[in-house]
């Protein structure tokens, strides 16, 4: 909402100054956007330098010039003035430009094969003289350390542009603004003038409005003016338009404009010669269709509000007219409408049309039911003060009548919410200046809430008016008290923080990317997923909600690559998502490591990363986030966007149904079809949700802590085994030997081909047998290691290499 | 006697110009081996007067004790100069560069996230989460924005099916909605999460982050807000001032409802929140709506209490000087390094909220 001081002081009697005006607005929660001059084409011409002018390679005739146009910015520019030279002083116009000469925009185009932003200007081009001969020479001692700045000064009346909350319909015209202002004492509302205005005759064009069960208009004022003059407006008339931002038409629409931003209160004229008998306000039907003044035709659907007469549709109420029954120069006669329409009907309606005006804004927030009459008189004065005319009889059709909003208020409410407490003198003072009728009945306050309020329903909106006036400075700031409820995170939100953190100092960059992306890249990685489409997605390249949340990690990745970065580790935490209803998500972690480790060491020789570098990380972080690294199964299945002969998935134990992680190598074909280009590419991903709380706090978890003093002793095997024997079987059958003695198993050699038959491996592994009893004695040892090369080549087919 | 005598100062001799320790250990032997010239000295005293014996006894401690400690002098004379050769030579170029240090960090996102969880925790607020995905009820309509609303209008919403019944959230205020439905009075949360809204430019992404306040009792009322909030502000921003300013406004869920400005000022170049004339806003808040509680079945003439909603991203970007929005989420490598933070950096109370 755009007004000019001046015009404000049209409503309100005050002493305030300017500052003291805008700091009222922002403090009762009018927020101002901006306070200065309102734009004018004239402002892109700015003062610049010539710094370099050299011949154009095409054209004798033409020159090139470089030239500064502040800010450190050089522009080129082709120009044919003869004193165009180094140094001189003129005025710039850029790309965009209009030229008041000839009203031409400016683009940035090409002059004899040279491009040109822009152009110097000639004093006759900007209408300052007949000047033509040559460019601009400003003068060195006014401009030189002007370069950048405007040349033309701003001189219209700056501009307050406030930000007004839906709730405040009110304040979309001046005189609410003013009204707010003085209930917080910052001047005087100024009472209306009675009108004196002489009528002549009836509105003699007969208004209906249909009683339908959609019907989207309640009120429809009207009346006609004969013998007008229609014209250019009055300079006051124009420069109040022109500080809204707008264009001034003609008088007629001017002036309309003019009521519905000063009284909040849309009006539309109609050249009452070209209604065709009479004005029906009613509900279209499908199909129809009407030419609106934004040059655009309109299809309607059902049940849209439209004013018609016998040869149809003239416009969509309190939306937009036709061009049919438009206003022009040549107008003689007007009907003037000043009707309500309600505010659901103008919402839904805008919206299946995507029309925005000026009027639909207003009457979507909620017009006053009460101002029909208002508007009709004011702007019926002003045409017949600018353009003559006879004003006929108000013709007001209603088919509903306005009901008083009433609120019985207890004042305690006030200080219970706000805090602190107001006389009721205070109180009543200010509901009063807002245009509340106040009557006392004991300690309730009985409220007749005024008719350009519809926001205020109940009692909660009264203690909100009159803490707003009375400032939020008022309220005491209370400290916290620091009584907790609940402990402040659960399980799953400990290890949301936990697994982050710990993923992180594997060496890995933590990333936040959006939770959509692109179908195609989550095509590879959906699996049996249903395909979540956003309908009105952002661009088709972030088209579904991801199915998984490595999508988006690996575009990343790729893009970082083409960076010409080489080893880069990346993660993320965050929703991947299973179906389209709320909670069918899960929170994941999603890791990706590419390039090499070592690379160009001095001392370590380079090698890619591998899937056991991911296999560690993810390992590492599960054991820190508590899971017991002895009950962890790995096993080989993976989803498909894996290298099926290089991944695993992570199992919290045997039993477990759901994987709660999966790493390995990436699925060579993404690569191909992506085109990443790394050396290696490993992955690994974490689902949060399927980790098992433990039932039990650590403190109870800890069990007794025993240890063995008795003589270690380590033994080494080597089997020849199936290839595809899994080495954590074996491991199995090894630890299943002896439990107790058997403390641990480790694989410290894997190989295969020489001297190794086709289809197997060597797989050599130390074993530590210490007993908790007693030194065991070479027997016993010979003993356990029998029974072990007997328990594994029975149990895998193994042998004991010789 | 002036034999051993002799024979002593002989060896010394010869001891101080040794330097091998194999022949100091040949010495060793020819004077204390099995028959040494020492131990057989010894031997002899039994067949001496007592006399003779109490006197040559005395003499020949004195020079085996003094052999003795020549000897284990030079041992270790020598063993320190073979060992500090031998350092010499294993001498390497400590400046050389260590094995690869692979550093990694916590977006600036997720360290805010925290340090937020941190301040309101101490004032006893738990967390509580709500899904991305969200039905229109839970988003607009129980938080008092019915359809034809024109707040409506100010989320630019994400629709996942024509009937516009589901949607991305555009807020974290559908966390009110669950928590307060699923629980019983009082209520004191934080929902920190993702949010949606479909905007674009240099100062929206259409993915940022809030968190959303709820604090519900039977007295609490506008004075607490500004306590909190004054409170969050200025532990966030590690000052010991802060100028606030608290702003009428309007949300349709809180009523009354304000918006929060903080001071700054602009010093060479840098924004320095606290000081200053010019205003920022950061946050919305206000006491919850009537209607909002009726809807979530909490009797508003017991209950009441206040809500707000911060821009978790805009506080990062001021409280770690980052000036593009967009670049949060966009993952450069250089970006998430320079303004990652390292993870064992984690904002608590007792050792302080950032380093």
Redesign the interface.
């Known amino acids: 909402m755009k007004f000019t001081v001046d015009w404000l002081k049209n409503h309100l009697d005050t002493k305030f100054n300017n500052n003291q005006i805008i700091d009222k607005l ?4 009018l ?1 101002v956007e901006s306070f200065e001059s309102s734009t004018s084409e004239l402002d892109t011409f700015i003062v610049a330098k010539i710094t370099n002018a050299k011949t154009h390679p095409n054209a004798d005739r033409l020159k090139l010039c470089d030239v500064d146009i502040g800010g450190d910015k050089t522009i080129e520019v082709v120009c044919g003035a003869p004193n165009a030279k180094n140094g001189l002083l003129t005025v710039y116009a850029p790309p965009g430009s209009i030229i008041p000469k000839n009203q031409m925009k400016l683009s940035v185009s090409k002059i004899r094969g040279v491009t040109s932003y822009g152009m110097l200007c000639s004093e006759s081009e900007l209408q300052l003289s007949n000047e033509s001969d040559g460019i601009m020479e400003l003068k060195h001692n006014k401009y030189a350390n002007k370069i950048g700045e405007k040349y033309f000064k701003n001189t219209s009346e700056k501009v307050i542009d406030l930000s007004i ?4 319909p009110d304040c979309l015209g001046v005189r609410g603004i003013a009204r707010d202002l003085s209930a917080a004492g910052a001047g005087k509302l100024k009472i209306n003038k009675k009108s004196n205005l002489k009528y002549r005759g009836n509105q003699n064009i007969n208004v209906t409005i249909k009683k339908e069960k959609a019907q989207g208009c309640t009120i429809f004022g009207s009346c006609l003016i004969k013998g007008v003059t229609n014209k250019e407006s009055p300079k006051w008339l124009k420069d109040k338009i022109k500080s809204l931002g707008q264009k001034p038409i003609s008088a007629i629409v001017d002036i309309t404009n003019y009521v519905m931003f000063d009284l909040n209160r849309p009006l539309h004229a109609y050249d009452a010669d070209k209604i065709d008998n009479e004005i029906i306000v009613r509900s279209s039907s499908k199909g129809e269709s009407f030419e609106a003044l934004d040059n655009k035709k309109y299809i309607l659907e059902n049940d849209m509000c439209v004013i018609s007469d016998r040869s149809g549709v003239l416009g969509l109420g309190g939306i937009i007219g036709g061009t049919r029954s438009g206003t022009e120069y040549s107008t003689k006669n007007i009907l003037l409408e000043s009707a309500y329409f309600l ?2 009907s103008i ?2 309606t805008s919206k299946q049309l995507n029309i925005d005006t000026d009027a639909k804004f207003r009457f ?2 909620g017009i006053d039911p009460l101002s029909i009459e208002e508007g009709l008189i004011k702007a019926s004065e002003l045409i017949k003060q600018i353009c003559g005319g006879e004003i006929s009889n108000l013709d007001v059709k209603k088919i509903e009548n306005y009901k008083k909003t009433i609120i019985n208020f207890d004042p305690f409410l006030f200080e ?5 407490n107001i006389e009721n003198k205070e109180l009543i003072k200010i509901l009063e200046k807002l245009g509340f009728n106040v009557s006392k009945n004991k300690k309730i306050l009985k409220l007749v809430v005024p008719s350009w309020r519809p926001d205020i329903t ?1 009692s ?2 009264i ?2 008016e009159i ?2 006036i009375k400032g ?2 008022h ?16 399980y799953y ?1 400990k290890l949301f ?1 936990f697994l ?17 992306t692109d179908s195609k890249i989550n095509q590879l990685f959906k699996e049996n997923d249903q395909e ?7 661009s088709s390249d ?1 088209n579904v ?1 991801r199915n998984s949340i490595f999508p ?2 690996i575009f ?1 990745l790729k ?2 690559l083409d ?1 010409g ?1 080489k080893d ?3 993660f993320e ?3 991947a ?1 299973k179906g ?6 899960l929170t994941v972690i999603g890791a990706v490591k590419a390039g090499k ?3 160009l ?4 020789k380079e090698r890619n990363v591998d899937t056991f570098d991911v296999k560690k990380d993810v390992i590492q972080s599960l054991c820190e986030a508590g899971i017991y690294k002895d009950d962890i199964v790995i096993d080989d299945k993976t989803p498909s966007y894996y290298h099926p002969g290089k991944s695993g998935g992570v199992y919290q134990n045997k039993n477990e149904k759901n994987a709660l992680a999966y790493f390995g190598e990436i699925h060579p074909n993404i690569i191909k079809k992506l085109d990443i280009k790394t050396e290696s590419l490993v992955i690994f991903e974490i689902c949060l949700d399927y980790i098992k709380e433990s039932k039990q706090k650590i403190k109870d978890l800890k069990s007794e802590y025993k240890f063995s003093d008795f003589q270690k002793s380590d033994r080494d095997f080597a089997f020849i085994i199936n290839k595809n024997f899994k080495s954590q079987e074996l491991v199995n059958i090894i630890k299943s030997v002896d439990n107790k003695l058997i403390k641990s198993v480790r694989v410290f050699d894997v190989f295969e081909g020489e001297n190794i038959p086709e289809g197997k491996k060597s797989i050599a592994v130390n074993v530590t047998i210490q007993s908790e009893e007693k030194t065991l004695n070479e027997n016993d040892l010979d003993n356990i290691n029998k029974l072990i090369i007997s328990s594994v080549e029975s149990k895998s087919g193994a042998k004991i290499r010789s | 006697m002036s034999d051993i005598k002799k024979i002593k100062d002989d060896y010394i001799d010869k001891l101080n110009t040794e330097n091998n320790i194999e022949k100091v250990n040949n010495i060793k032997s020819e004077l204390f081996g099995k028959n040494g010239i020492i131990s057989n000295e010894f031997k002899k005293l039994g067949s001496i007067t007592v006399e003779e014996r109490k006197k040559l006894a005395s003499d020949l401690n004195n020079i085996k004790d003094e052999l003795q400690n020549k000897i284990s002098i030079k041992i270790q004379e020598i063993e320190t100069k073979e060992i500090n050769l031998k350092l010499e030579k294993e001498k390497i170029d400590v400046t ?2 260590e ?2 240090i ?6 600036p ?2 360290q805010v996230i ?1 340090e937020i ?1 941190s301040i ?8 509580e ?1 709500g ?5 229109e009820y ?1 988003n607009f309509t129980a938080l008092n924005t019915p359809d ?4 409506r ?2 989320h630019d919403t ?5 009937n516009k019944e ?1 949607l ?1 959230r555009t807020h974290t205020s559908p966390v009110q909605v669950r928590t307060m439905l699923k629980g019983k009075p ?3 949360i934080i929902a920190p999460g ?1 949010t ?1 809204r ?1 905007d ?1 430019d240099q100062t929206h992404a ?2 940022f982050h809030q968190v959303e306040g709820l604090h519900i009792d039977k ?1 609490i ?4 807000l ?3 909030l ?2 969050f502000i200025k532990e966030f921003f590690e000052v010991d001032k802060i100028k606030m300013r ?5 949300f ?1 869920f809180t ?5 929060v400005d903080i001071g700054y000022e602009i010093k060479n170049g840098k924004i320095v929140i606290g000081e200053g004339n010019k205003w920022l806003e950061i946050l919305g808040c206000g ?1 919850v ?2 209607n909002v509680l009726k809807n979530v079945k909490v009797n508003p003439s017991k209950y ?1 209490g206040y809500a707000f909603g911060i821009g978790i991203d805009r506080l990062g970007m001021l409280k770690y000087g980052i000036n593009d929005l967009r670049a ?6 250089r970006w ?2 320079h303004f ?1 933070f390292d ?2 950096d ?1 904002p608590s109370n007792y050792r302080g909220l950032s380093r």
């Open positions: 922002t403090n009762i929660g927020e909350t839906p709730n405040r505010p659901r919402r839904k979507e927030r219970k919410t706000t805090g602190f109940q909660i909106d203690v909100e803490v707003r939020y400075e309220i005491n700031t209370s400290e916290p008290v620091k009584t907790r409820l609940k402990p402040t995170l659960n939100q923080h982050q953190r710990s993923v992180a100092s594997k060496g890995y960059l933590e990333t936040v990317t959006w939770s959509f979540i489409p956003i309908v009105n997605p952002i972030l909600l988006n990690l990343y893009k970082n960076r970065f880069i580790s990346l935490i965050g929703p998502f389209k209803n709320p909670g069918d998500q480790v070592s690379r060491s001095w001392n370590d | 050389l560069p094995r690869n692979e550093i990694g960090k916590i977006h996102v997720s925290d969880s309101f925790s101490e004032i006893g607020f738990s967390v989460e899904p991305d995905v969200e039905n839970n034809n609303h024109p707040a209008d100010m994400f629709y996942l099916d024509n589901l991305l009082p209520f004191k993702r949606y479909s674009s259409p993915m007295n009322n506008m004075g607490h500004k306590g909190c004054n409170y608290f702003r009428p406004s309007h349709p009523e009354p409802s304000a918006e006491m709506h009537p009441q949060f989420f966009e993952t450069d490598y998430l390094s990652g993870p064992l984690v």
